[in-house]
Nanobody, 122 residues
Framework: VQLQASGGGLVQTGDSLRLSCTASGRTFSRYVMGWIRQAPGKEREFVAGISRSGAPSYYADSVQGRFACSRDNAKNTVYLQMNSLKPEDTAVYYC????????????????WGQGTLVTVSS
């Protein structure tokens, strides 16, 4: 599966952004989807994940209550709604697809998009 992420940009603290990730192919609903980010000089870290059906979704503690992950299997698209953004949310955000396993672990993801940059200014 090929993944194309979009929606990143430069925003101010407290603003919102919605990232989208569209997948090619007919097997999108077979994959657990995740959003992983990588800040400059840091390791990739899990941000959010969503089950094949769209519920439940899972979040890193750092974004719980601020971010919401959803998916539309008819459109082969997964979303990440990011609210109350903070400078520490600045990173390249990747969408990724997993056939299974621990979705909190970045190593569980089999396919990755190219990433979209989110920059939050203070």
């Amino acid at each position: 599966v090929q993944l194309q992420a979009s929606g990143g940009g430069l925003v101010q603290t407290g603003d919102s952004l919605r990232l989208s990730c569209t997948a090619s192919g007919r097997t999108f609903s077979r994959y657990v989807m995740g959003w992983i980010r990588q800040a400059p000089g840091k390791e990739r870290e899990f941000v959010a994940g969503i089950s094949r059906s769209g519920a439940p979704s899972y979040y890193a503690d750092s974004v719980q209550g601020r971010f919401a992950c959803s998916r539309d299997n008819a459109k082969n698209t997964v979303y990440l709604q990011m609210n109350s953004l903070k400078p520490e949310d600045t990173a390249v955000y990747y969408c990724a697809a997993s056939m299974g396993g621990n979705l909190y672990a970045t190593t569980s993801y089999d396919y990755w998009g190219q990433g979209t940059l989110v920059t939050v200014s203070s």
